[in-house]
């Protein structure tokens, strides 16, 4: 009886332990959400599984942000500038970011197999460190919730922000990745429109001011309100929108 009990004893601290939470180092000022393991631990897969050979797509929606660090790659890529609706700018504090979002799944098909092409089969799918929290936070100024997973190659350190409901990739970005040849405090952070090295303790680096959607054949027109980009987007990202307590415009 004594061994039926430490052998019940020792399954539920096994358990218990590999459903515990991974926690990660979280910058002063950054608001960050833990889902659950379980959570994380299927969107690492769904992950995976999409980066396949045999690709199902069924991590994309119709909507795809690429940020600004990866979009100043991409947007020289020649099947990715067959998308010719979605540009995107970043409106921090005085800094112009350019960036792209993808508005039906076609579209976030190309993005996804332009960055399946780059990450190959040598890669790795963990959390966050502390300067790739800085940096998105920076960029983004909304509250991150998990599952936000880096998928890290030789040359590249990319970020995936899923969203928890559906496991739907949202965020698309590229994490600026220090070499031998950088120091830690190199790590980009932006502060009141300026890149800088450090950032005031306890204080976001950026107000997100606004994200405007551009056409690609006119120049930009006057900016509709927050609740017509809602609209368009609302089915795929209702529940990040939420955490968004910042205007958006969309030109027509």
Same mark, same amino acid.
């Given at each position: 009886?004594?061994?039926?009990?430490?052998?019940?004893?020792?399954?539920?601290?096994?358990?218990?332990?590999?459903?515990?939470?991974?926690?990660?180092?979280?910058?002063?000022?950054?608001?960050?959400?833990?889902?659950?393991?379980?959570?994380?631990?299927?969107?690492?897969?769904?992950?995976?599984?999409?980066? /396949?050979?045999?690709?199902?797509?069924?991590?994309?929606?119709?909507?795809?942000?690429?940020?600004?660090?990866?979009?100043?790659?991409?947007?020289?890529?020649?099947?990715?500038?067959?998308?010719?609706?979605?540009?995107?700018?970043?409106?921090?504090?005085?800094?112009?970011?350019?960036?792209?979002?993808?508005?039906?799944?076609?579209?976030?098909?190309?993005?996804?197999?332009?960055?399946?092409?780059?990450?190959?089969?040598?890669?790795?799918?963990?959390?966050?460190?502390?300067?790739?929290?800085?940096?998105?936070?920076?960029?983004?100024?909304?509250?991150?919730?998990?599952?936000?997973?880096?998928?890290?190659?030789?040359?590249?350190?990319?970020?995936?922000?899923?969203?928890?409901?559906?496991?739907?990739?949202?965020?698309?970005?590229?994490?600026?990745?220090?070499?031998?040849?950088?120091?830690?405090?190199?790590?980009?952070?932006?502060?009141?429109?300026?890149?800088?090295?450090?950032?005031?303790?306890?204080?976001?680096?950026?107000?997100?001011?606004?994200?405007?959607?551009?056409? /690609?054949?006119?120049?930009?027109?006057?900016?509709?309100?927050?609740?017509?980009?809602?609209?368009?987007?609302?089915?795929?990202?209702?529940?990040?929108?939420?955490?968004?307590?910042?205007?958006?415009?969309?030109?027509?």
């Amino acid at each position: 009886m004594e061994k039926i009990f430490l052998t019940l004893f020792l399954l539920t601290g096994f358990l218990f332990r590999a459903q515990k939470t991974e926690t990660i180092t979280i910058p002063k000022g950054v608001v960050y959400n833990y889902s659950s393991p379980k959570v994380v631990e299927k969107a690492k897969k769904i992950i995976s599984d999409n980066l /396949s050979d045999n690709n199902d797509y069924k991590i994309l929606q119709n909507n795809l942000i690429i940020g600004p660090e990866l979009w100043k790659r991409f947007k020289d890529n020649e099947k990715i500038q067959n998308i010719k609706q979605g540009k995107v700018q970043f409106h921090v504090d005085n800094l112009i970011l350019d960036g792209k979002m993808s508005q039906d799944i076609n579209d976030s098909k190309i993005i996804w197999d332009e960055f399946k092409n780059e990450v190959s089969h040598d890669y790795k799918i963990r959390k966050a460190n502390e300067d790739e929290l800085k940096y998105y936070w920076s960029v983004i100024s909304f509250d991150i919730d998990e599952p936000l997973l880096i998928v890290e190659t030789k040359e590249h350190n990319y970020i995936l922000n899923l969203l928890k409901k559906d496991l739907k990739l949202l965020w698309l970005d590229e994490a600026p990745k220090p070499d031998n040849n950088i120091q830690k405090n190199d790590i980009k952070k932006y502060q009141n429109g300026k890149e800088i090295d450090s950032v005031s303790k306890g204080i976001k680096e950026t107000a997100l001011e606004k994200v405007i959607l551009l056409s /690609s054949n006119e120049e930009l027109n006057a900016n509709s309100s927050f609740e017509d980009i809602e609209l368009i987007i609302k089915k795929q990202i209702k529940y990040l929108m939420s955490c968004l307590k910042i205007p958006y415009d969309l030109a027509k």
